[in-house]
């Protein structure tokens, strides 16, 4: 089976878990993984984000498999500006 035969027949589960080791070095349940498995999770993760998940994130892989990345105008438009210049943070009612 290759990768886009296993992305396209992933739950979103399996993908959580891949998710979880590639970002952790361990399984859910705390089990290390090596760094072969690491390095396979990280590239299936991506895989399944290009194909199901649409990102807003800074730095995200596109469907045909491109590394987007946002630039820092592009970035300030997709969050409304601060109502005080001198704010540090800001958070919205939740």
Same mark, same amino acid.
């Given at each position: ?33 090596? /760094?072969? %498995?690491?390095? *396979? ?13 649409? $990102? @807003? ?14 630039? /820092?105008? %592009?970035?300030? *438009? ?13 958070? $919205? @009612?939740?």
């Amino acid at each position: 089976m290759d990768i886009i035969q296993l992305v396209d027949n992933m739950s979103e589960e399996m993908y959580l878990r891949l998710k979880c080791a590639a970002e952790t070095g361990k399984w859910p349940e705390g089990t290390p993984v090596d /760094k072969e %498995q690491q390095l *396979s999770a990280l590239q299936i993760t991506m895989a399944y984000q290009s194909k199901h998940l649409n $990102s @807003d994130q800074t730095l995200s892989i596109s469907p045909k498999g491109e590394m987007i990345i946002k630039t /820092k105008h %592009q970035l300030r *438009s997709d969050f409304p500006p601060a109502l005080d210049s001198n704010d540090i943070a800001r958070f $919205s @009612d939740l």
